[in-house]
């Protein structure tokens, strides 16, 4: 099993155990279920979650006309690999976890995060999954540029979006 050094706090850094089938990706390039849902498949699955995070045409009951997201990829990728290993240590059973999300502008429909879970049951499958985005969101270095329909726009951190 590969480990990669976590975010470091203070002058200790801890590894990070990284599963070898996992994956985690930050691309300009969109995002295809079929591709995640691909690797995430194991024959020791029962149950394959998979959450799709799209751009949705209303926030807050105003027009929304795109999405723009940035990253910083490093500690991205950091907090998707430590959300990997959490899950792991909550529910040892998971065979796969993937988390990728997309950078760049995107417009209405299109798909922005997808973060998948392989496990022998549905109840582990489900609950790593909600854990994984959840702790995407509030965790990881991603922001997101709203563009309104009048011509103004916001940046906001993905986590902000969850407390509305």
């Given at each position: 099993m590969?480990t990669?050094p976590?975010?470091?706090?203070?002058?200790?850094?801890?590894?990070?155990?990284?599963h070898?089938?996992?994956?985690?990706?930050?691309?300009?390039?969109?995002?295809?279920?079929?591709?995640?849902?691909?690797?995430?498949?194991?024959?020791?699955n029962?149950?394959?979650?998979?959450?799709?995070?799209?751009?949705?045409?209303?926030t807050?009951?105003?027009?929304?006309?795109?999405?723009?997201?940035?990253?910083?990829?490093?500690?991205?990728?950091?907090?998707?690999?430590?959300?990997?290993?959490?899950?792991?240590q909550q529910?040892p059973?998971?065979?796969?976890?993937?988390?990728?999300?997309?950078?760049?502008?995107?417009?209405?429909?299109?798909?922005s995060?997808?973060?998948a879970?392989?496990?022998?049951?549905?109840?582990?499958?489900?609950?790593?999954?909600?854990?994984?985005?959840?702790?995407?969101?509030?965790?990881a270095?991603?922001?997101?540029?709203?563009?309104?329909?009048d011509?103004?726009?916001?940046?906001?951190?993905?986590?902000?979006?969850?407390?509305?």
């Amino acid at each position: 099993m590969a480990t990669f050094p976590s975010p470091a706090v203070g002058s200790l850094v801890q590894p990070i155990p990284v599963h070898p089938q996992d994956s985690f990706a930050i691309t300009f390039a969109p995002l295809a279920l079929e591709d995640v849902y691909t690797l995430t498949d194991d024959p020791a699955n029962g149950a394959i979650v998979l959450m799709s995070g799209m751009v949705r045409n209303k926030t807050d009951g105003r027009a929304v006309v795109a999405l723009e997201y940035q990253a910083y990829e490093p500690m991205a990728l950091q907090i998707f690999r430590q959300i990997a290993a959490e899950i792991r240590q909550q529910w040892p059973i998971v065979n796969r976890v993937v988390i990728h999300h997309r950078i760049g502008r995107l417009q209405i429909g299109e798909i922005s995060v997808l973060v998948a879970v392989g496990c022998p049951h549905r109840s582990e499958a489900f609950a790593a999954c909600q854990y994984a985005i959840d702790h995407l969101k509030h965790s990881a270095p991603i922001w997101k540029k709203e563009r309104w329909e009048d011509g103004s726009s916001s940046w906001v951190s993905i986590g902000a979006c969850e407390q509305k």
